[in-house]
């Protein structure tokens, strides 16, 4: 008796001219009297196997007949290297024991709407294109461990029970607990103001909520966030990392993830020129874009996905803007020196219309203003004294920011809607599945 290897799709070069066994599921299947057409998915991949009246006995032949689309099976079958195919190769198939004939499974390989498609999202994930998504995903989450792992960065968790807002008090998501109330974090950013005066430089990663009413292609009510933060480090510096970093991950994917970037039919000309440095402009030259293309904006807000989408246009590279107006940021965010109506935070738009995908900045380390534009945000000051705390003992400038992973995955994927960047989205209007 042979040994049969259990091999992967991935894997499946190792094994030229080699038997195999996949265990996996029926992808497609097109047969004649004479030939069955199986294409075959192990979660790694997909191959073709060919099964030829010829070549099995009657019986393996015959077995093929019921396979229904995501019926699991486990093949073998010999390796063949075949220019044409897919992933450079073919199983010439052997034998089929079959686990389980799917009847009616609910997504076919005809066209369905994006609600039906929602709704089957525990399904959904096995076509194609999501999981190429995925693969995607896993890559640039990895780069960025890789990134701040290597360039010293400890990652340190912060809670996702918080008594406190970071974000506005607007976009909060409440909960019961004991005799008080908590929320779900909107950012882990506080609470790495503390980690980096106690290890330098520091990330936390994980999930965020904001309850946002809307209903933007942009905006998930559960969204993963890195942010990193660093003492001493000033607002220009920040900026320094964030386009080697953001420069890094692109790179990584591209390296590691061409397969899957085809897959989702993504130009990848526009992702090659991602390398730092990026450019930087001010909010009041952002403006002027603005008015330059004859949009109607008024100084002191913050931008929305058409300004942004705009803004974009005239670039070719991600493009930070800096000093946003005081008023429309959050209460930490460090003011201009000579110039308090705008502060010192930067956010990075993506190019090709895919909006901001890093907000950050430089927080103020002054006690006695912290403390005032907590008063002036109405936030309860019991509440943030261990983040006053940061600034009577041991204050230092510091800056940090937040890449959110959704947003980043839509931008290089080309994904249109954030919906289809994790594995299951939150939505104003979808809790289920
Ligand atoms: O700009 P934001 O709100 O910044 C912060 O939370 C800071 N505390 C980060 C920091 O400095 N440590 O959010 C950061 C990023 C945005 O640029 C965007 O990419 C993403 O998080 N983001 C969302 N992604 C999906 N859905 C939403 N509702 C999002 N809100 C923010
Ligand atoms: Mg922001």
């Keep these: 008796m042979i040994y049969l290897q259990k091999a992967t799709i991935r894997d499946i070069s190792k094994y030229d001219g080699e038997e195999v066994e996949i265990r996996g599921w029926v992808y497609n299947k097109r047969s004649s009297g004479k030939i069955h057409f199986l294409l075959i998915r192990d979660g790694t991949g997909i191959i073709q196997g060919v099964a030829g009246k010829n070549d099995v006995s009657p019986e393996v032949f015959e077995s093929f007949n019921p396979l229904t689309q995501e019926s699991s099976i486990i093949v073998t079958g010999k390796v063949r290297a075949d220019k044409r195919a897919p992933g450079g190769y073919e199983l010439t198939l052997t034998g089929l024991k079959v686990i389980q004939i799917v009847k009616d499974y609910p997504i076919s390989p005809k066209e369905h709407g994006v609600e039906f498609l929602m709704e089957h999202r525990h399904l959904w994930l ?8 995925m693969l995607i995903r896993h890559e640039i989450i990895k780069s960025i461990r890789n990134f701040l792992d290597n360039n010293g960065f400890i990652l340190m968790d912060t809670p996702i029970l918080t008594p406190s807002a970071c974000e506005g008090t607007t976009t909060l998501f409440e909960t019961p607990y004991f005799d008080t109330k908590a929320y779900l974090t909107q950012s882990g950013q506080l609470y790495n103001e503390a980690n980096c005066i106690a290890l330098g430089k520091v990330y936390c990663f994980g999930p965020t909520f904001r309850a946002e009413k809307s209903k933007t292609r942009r905006h998930l ?6 942010e990193p933060e660093m003492a001493y480090v000033e607002l220009e510096e920040n900026m320094d990392i ?7 991950i692109v790179k990584k994917v591209l390296e590691n993830r061409s397969e899957e970037l085809k897959t989702l039919e993504r130009d990848t000309a526009p992702l090659e020129k991602i390398k730092a440095p990026f450019p930087r402009i001010t909010y009041d030259e952002a403006v002027n874009i603005l008015k330059e293309k004859g949009l109607p904006f008024e100084w002191g807000g913050d931008f929305g996905a058409p300004d942004e989408t705009a803004i974009s246009e005239n670039f070719d590279k991600p493009v930070f803007i800096t000093h946003y107006p005081t008023q429309c940021k959050a209460f930490y965010m460090k003011p201009e020196e000579d110039r308090p109506e705008v502060c010192l935070g930067a956010d990075l738009i993506a190019p090709e219309g895919y909006g901001e995908i890093i907000g950050g900045g430089e927080r103020i380390s002054d006690p006695e203003l912290l403390i005032k534009r907590i008063e002036e945000h109405k936030l309860p000051k019991e509440d943030y004294q261990w983040y006053i705390d940061l600034r009577l003992y041991g204050t230092v400038p510091h800056s940090g920011f937040g890449l959110g992973i959704e947003r980043t995955i839509a931008w290089i994927c080309g994904l ?3 919906r289809e960047t994790i594995p299951y989205p939150r939505m104003l209007e979808r809790i289920y599945p």
């Design 416 to 418: 249109k809607h954030i």
């Design 126 to 133: 096995r076509s194609k294109k999501q999981h190429a998504t």
């Design 221 to 226: 009510m559960e969204f993963w966030m890195v």
């Design 242 to 248: 964030q386009e080697q970093f953001v420069s890094y």
